[in-house]
């Protein structure tokens, strides 16, 4: 009877996990959805096999240390697990270090790479085969690794260490010390990694670590909605080039309700922002009872057709409001 349970229980977590979209979960591997396209950009999981040392170890940092006897995990990960009435005085608050040894992929050559962090709580700073290359703080925002510009090409054996910090500091977000709260932030790299892989030519995967593509309504009416793009382009590359930035907009149901497609000329060896606006007309406002949200597909095209790149945003569009005699509104 048990053996006979195990299998079905092994079968119906094979069934759920293989009915998931590939996204957010432990591993090392390319999306499917955007190779199948042939698109210039690659996301590969960067969640699996990273050492951890919750305390400061001298020469952690370097390339050839030692790590072998620390705790191999996945992140997203947090420096302690505490039970669920643990308040801020409790967890552990210090440094903590992650490291990762990988070989960046044969498929990215002549590609632009680099690693992006969700988030990890508190300072942090990176290092590369030994080298310190960045520092970021605050807990809650994402920062990039831009491995290219490095020097890392395609086959390279690479080390990333990633020295964590979650001690008090007013300076940045949280800000607060924990020993006053009732609840308690961990620290960590509390949110999934990615490996990123572009064309030269492709939507900034650095501009603040943010998608590269920003949406605003500035203007709203029940006949139509203005929808104002910010798209940020990035050129590596030693010339310049035309190129073709195409803006799709999805309704909740799928339909396309607006489109637009721009010929662009990029500079060589910087980012430079494009800038248009497309009409929604009668635009499904976001409200409290139906958070319609739209999705917007960005999409880089050569001059030839060729898919260079696709980043795609979801947002919603409502008016919000705050006045002294009314309050917050929204949607008026």
């Keep these: 009877m048990k053996k006979i349970f195990s299998m079905l229980l092994f079968g119906f977590l094979s069934l759920s996990v293989s009915s998931q979209t590939a996204v957010s979960v432990a591993g090392f591997f390319p999306l499917p959805e955007q190779v199948s396209r042939g698109s210039g ?23 050839v240390f030692d790590d072998l006897q620390w705790e191999v995990v996945s992140i997203p990960h947090s420096v302690q697990l505490m039970p669920s009435e ?25 590609k632009d790479v680099s690693i992006h962090f969700e988030a990890a709580m508190g300072k942090q700073v990176l290092y590369l085969n030994g080298d310190k290359v960045g520092e970021h703080q605050g807990g809650y925002l994402p920062f990039n690794l831009n491995l290219t510009d490095q020097g890392v090409v395609a086959g390279d054996t690479c ?26 932030y961990h620290g960590g790299i509390y949110r999934d990694v990615s490996l990123i ?35 940020m382009l990035s050129n590596t590359q030693k010339v310049r080039s035309k190129i073709f930035v195409e803006h799709k907009i999805y309704s909740a149901t799928g339909e396309c309700v607006a489109t637009s497609k721009k010929k662009v000329i990029v500079d060589t060896e910087r980012e430079q922002a494009f800038n248009i606006q497309i009409v929604v007309n009668h635009p499904e406002l976001w409200e409290i009872e139906r958070p319609n949200l739209y999705r917007l597909q960005t999409c880089l095209w050569d001059n030839e057709g060729k898919l260079l790149d696709e980043v795609s945003n979801t947002f919603g569009i409502r008016t919000c409001s705050f006045s002294a005699e009314k309050g917050f509104e929204l949607n008026g």
């Excluded at 690659?42 to 951890?52: A, E, H, I, K, S």
């Excluded at 643990?86 to 002549?110: D, H, L």
């Excluded at 939507?203 to 793009?229: M, Q, R």
């Design 159 to 184: 080390v990333v260490a990633v020295m964590v910090d979650n001690s008090n500091d007013k300076t940045f977000p949280p800000g607060k010390p924990q020993y006053t709260l009732d609840f308690s």
């Design 197 to 231: 892989s572009v064309s030269p030519i492709h939507i900034s995967t650095t501009h603040y670590a943010s998608s590269g593509v920003y949406v605003n309504t500035p203007e709203i009416t029940e006949e139509k909605a203005l929808v104002d793009i910010c798209t």
């Design 86 to 110: 643990a308040s801020g005085c409790r967890n552990y608050q210090g440094i903590a270090w992650y490291r990762k040894r990988f070989v960046v992929p044969e498929a990215s050559e002549g």
């Design 41 to 63: 950009r690659t996301v590969y999981n960067f969640n699996l096999g990273w050492r951890f040392h919750r305390g400061d170890v001298a020469g952690a940092e370097a390339a």
